[in-house]
């Protein structure tokens, strides 16, 4: 009977020891009590515990946590705005003051979660009713940044940390949608416009440049050609006259008439008016009077070349 009892005893005192042993998870610290109070905490792994002295009373998570937040604010004009956010959230860190924090601020995680909720949620509100309903949509970083600054400081307090914030989505009401829509649509066409009219602009101020090249282009070859067909007809002049100084110079010396030359050269100008006029009719002063007068002018001219000569 003896035997029996202390094989019992034997037991129950194996019983208690492997009671005592306690595995807390990767991720996860556990807060240990003593008849209610706060006596130490128990690291991921094999610990031991007091057998019923000291209670688990809570196991505490350092991962990220998420949540996701609906709500509603109103602008300074008056405007409703519809969001939809992101919050990420976790453990400040794995020290014990910051895991008693945790563990004895709330009663529960679903009274941290609605007061982690609730502040941010007030936090947007109060921002975004200092804005008016047409700046809200380029305000994602700016919310989140005042968001992040106003509510580090209580989260601290209560042991946790604000990792993220990501504003999803935000939307008004549908007449206020619409009313976006067509300014929108007013911005675009009135862009357009602009666009095509600096368009239009630049291809005509390209065809007047392109148009005035062309003219400053033909007039400065209308004038080499002008220079060019001048210094050909001067060129000619000037042959036509040597070739009659020195045909003068060999009558000369012949003790011929220079006349000859004159005469020469007018029955050449009326065969060849015959042959090149192409039926057009020519009127030339044929009478002793006017050939003379023309017989003079060349014994000017060709005067005047020997002078030049000279």
Do not use: C
Not at 281 to 304: C, V
């Amino acid at each position: 009977m003896e035997n029996i009892v202390s094989y019992g005893l034997g037991l129950l005192a194996i019983a208690l020891v492997l009671s005592g042993f306690v595995t807390v998870q990767q991720g996860f610290i556990a807060v240990v009590t003593m008849f209610g109070k706060y006596r130490r905490i128990m690291r991921p792994g094999l610990n031991f515990k007091i057998p019923f002295l000291e209670r688990v009373m809570r196991r505490v998570s350092i991962q990220n946590r998420s949540v996701e937040l609906e709500f509603q604010a109103v602008t300074m004009d008056q405007a409703n705005v519809y969001f939809k956010a992101m919050l990420l959230y976790s453990v400040q860190n794995a020290e014990e003051e910051t895991i008693k924090k945790v563990a004895f601020k709330f009663v529960s995680d679903k009274d941290l979660m609605q007061a982690l909720v609730r502040t941010i949620e007030g936090n947007i509100r109060s921002f975004v009713a200092t804005k008016r309903q047409a700046e809200i949509l380029g305000l994602r970083r700016e919310i989140v940044e005042y968001v992040k600054s106003e509510v580090d400081h209580s989260l601290e307090e209560w042991g946790y940390h604000l990792q993220d914030l990501q504003i999803n989505d935000i939307t008004f009401d549908q007449a206020i949608m619409d009313s976006m829509s067509r300014v929108v649509a007013s911005h675009n066409m009135k862009a357009a416009a602009e666009n095509e009219g600096q368009a239009l602009l630049i291809t005509k101020t390209r065809a007047a440049e392109a148009e005035g090249n062309a003219i400053k282009i033909a007039a400065e070859a209308e004038r080499q050609a002008a220079q060019l067909r001048g210094q050909g007809v001067a060129l000619f002049r000037q042959e036509v006259a040597k070739g009659m100084s020195e045909a003068a110079e060999q009558l000369k010396q012949a003790n011929l008439d220079t006349n000859v030359i004159l005469f020469s050269m007018w029955t050449e100008a009326i065969k060849n008016f015959a042959e090149a006029g192409k039926g057009n009719t020519i009127f030339l002063d044929g009478s002793p009077e006017g050939m003379q007068t023309t017989m003079k002018r060349i014994m000017a001219m060709m005067q005047m070349q020997q002078h030049n000569d000279k």
